[in-house]
C-alpha cells in the first residue's frame, strides 16, 4: 500500500465500507465504526438485516446472469470490503472463464485488494482504484481485462446513495451503459424511506450518519431509482425490495433497499 493510501485511512470517524463489513460480522473494521453501527442499529434495527439482504442479492442476481443470461464478464462497481461470495466467487462457481473487475477507490478497500485477486485460472480477476464520479476514468481502465465489445454485467449496489445529486447519478449510469453493447445488464440497489418497505427507520439513521460518518449517503423514492434504469428492459420482478427479488425461499421479508435488474435491448 502507497503512502499515499495509508494517509488516506481514517480511524477517527466511522467509513461506510468498514460499518457495512461490521454489520456483516466481518472483522475489517474499528471501535469507532463499531460504535456508530451500533448505534445507527439503535435507530434502524433493521440495518443488519438490509445488508444481509443485500449480499444475498448479489449472490442471487449473479448466478442467474452466469448460469441463465450467458453473462461472462462482470464489472463490480463499489466493491467494499470482502465477504463471503463476493461477485468473482459467485460468477466463476457457475462459469470458470467468467472475468471480473472490481472497481473501489477506498484505502481499506485497497488494502484488502490482494483478497479479491484470488479468482479460477480460467477466468480472470482484476482491481481498478477509481471513483464512481468518474466513469470514465473507469471505462477507460477496465480494459483489457474486459472486452466492452461485449456483453457486460454492470453491478452497483449501495453505490449509487453516495451520488447527492441525482441528475449526476443518472449521468453516471448512463456513461457506463452507453459504453456497453446490447446483452449487457445493469443490476442496483439502493435505500429508500419507501413506507411501504418500511424505510421510516431510514430517515433518522442516515441523519445521524451524515452527521458522524463518511462519506455522506441518501435515499431515494421509488421514482428517482427507476429513473436510473430508463432505456433498460427491467427484469421481472421489476423494482422491488432487494430481498423480494427472485428468492431462494418464499417471498421474505421485505427490507428498505430497492432492487432492479435491468438488459441493454
Not at 442479492?57 to 448466478?63: D, E, N, P
Amino acid at each position: 500500500m502507497t503512502s499515499d493510501h495509508i494517509d488516506r485511512v481514517r480511524t477517527d470517524i466511522a467509513h461506510n465500507a468498514r460499518v457495512w463489513n461490521y454489520w456483516l460480522g466481518g472483522k475489517d473494521n474499528y471501535p469507532v465504526d463499531r460504535a456508530v453501527g451500533d448505534r445507527v442499529t439503535s435507530l434502524h434495527p433493521g440495518i443488519g438485516e438490509v445488508a444481509r439482504a443485500d449480499r444475498a442479492f448479489l449472490r442471487r442476481t449473479v448466478t442467474y446472469l452466469a448460469a441463465e443470461a450467458g453473462t461472462r464478464q462482470f464489472l463490480d462497481i463499489g466493491t467494499g470490503l470482502p465477504t463471503a461470495d463476493n461477485t468473482h466467487e459467485v460468477a466463476q462457481r457457475v462459469a470458470p472463464d467468467a472475468r471480473i473487475v472490481y472497481v473501489d477507490n477506498d484505502p481499506i478497500v485497497l488494502t484488502h485488494a490482494r483478497a479479491l485477486l484470488t479468482g479460477s485460472p480460467e477466468g480472470a480477476t482484476e482491481y481498478v482504484d477509481a471513483d464512481a464520479h468518474r466513469p470514465e476514468e473507469i471505462l477507460a481502465a477496465v480494459e483489457p481485462t474486459l472486452d466492452l465489445a461485449r456483453p457486460v454485467a454492470v453491478m452497483m449496489l449501495g453505490i449509487l446513495n453516495f451520488v447527492l445529486d441525482t441528475g449526476e447519478a443518472r449521468r453516471i449510469v448512463r456513461t457506463l451503459m452507453d459504453a456497453v453493447p446490447s446483452g449487457s445488464h445493469l443490476v442496483l440497489t439502493h435505500p429508500t424511506t419507501d413506507p411501504e418497505l418500511g424505510g421510516e427507520g431510514n430517515v433518522e439513521a442516515m441523519a445521524f450518519w451524515n452527521a458522524n460518518a463518511t462519506p455522506p449517503i441518501t435515499a431515494r423514492t421509488r421514482e428517482e431509482f427507476g429513473s436510473f434504469l430508463e432505456g433498460l428492459e427491467v427484469l421481472e420482478p421489476g423494482v422491488v425490495s432487494c430481498a423480494s427479488w427472485r428468492p431462494d425461499q418464499g417471498p421474505g421479508s421485505p427490507v428498505p433497499q430497492f432492487g432492479a435488474v435491468a438488459r441493454k435491448p
